[in-house]
């Protein structure tokens, strides 16, 4: 993907993607896109894809979040399990949505999935920012890439927790405390 702020990539270009992109959803026949993630989750041209359409994009994850997460890949092994704690004790944020302010409205990736942080503790992160956003009338946006599921040598599979989390929402859907939007 070409990062949306890169320099060779202007108001003309962007508007050619988008155009490219709503065609290639409506020859799939699927509904008309409502919400955006940049190239690389880099942020511009926020008024174009309001122009397009858009009524959200996400944002970057919470600065806590994301210090963390870099620290422990970074880190050597023995020293992840600190980092881990850490992690463990962060209260994720349930994003606010803004009613009636400019539109696209940001949605942080409030809990990034990443292959050096346990699947239990990416489940455990996810599930009370779920349960804050729910009390809070929030967004809990989780997040991965296709890469990142699939486990780094002699790591735990990542499903056995993904599929703890979906449980987790779906049961809370089915109860009327949340909705469930992508």
Do not use: M
């Not at 926020?46 to 422990?72: F, K, Q, T």
């Not at 409205?105 to 239990?120: E, I, N, Q, S």
Request: charged share 20%.
């Amino acid at each position: 993907h070409v990062a949306y702020d890169h320099p060779a990539f202007g108001e003309a270009r962007v508007r050619e993607d988008l155009a490219r992109l709503r065609r290639a959803a409506d020859g799939a026949g699927l509904p008309p896109l409502r919400s955006f993630v940049f190239p690389r989750n880099r942020v511009a041209h926020l008024p174009l894809l309001a122009e397009a359409g858009y009524a959200a994009y996400r944002s970057p994850a919470p600065r806590a979040v994301r210090a963390l997460l870099e620290a422990n890949e970074r880190l050597p092994a023995p020293l992840r399990p600190a980092v881990r704690a850490s992690l463990r004790l962060l209260r994720p944020a349930a994003a606010a949505p803004a009613a009636g302010g400019p539109l696209p409205v940001p949605v942080p990736g409030t809990v990034p999935f990443r292959k050096r942080l346990p699947p239990d503790g990416w489940a455990g992160l996810v599930l009370r920012s779920l349960r804050r956003a729910s009390a809070a009338g929030g967004i809990c946006h989780p997040s991965f890439h296709l890469h990142d599921l699939v486990p780094l040598p002699g790591a735990h599979s990542p499903f056995p927790a993904i599929e703890r989390v979906l449980d987790a929402a779906a049961a809370a859907r089915d109860a009327g405390a949340i909705r469930v939007a992508t």
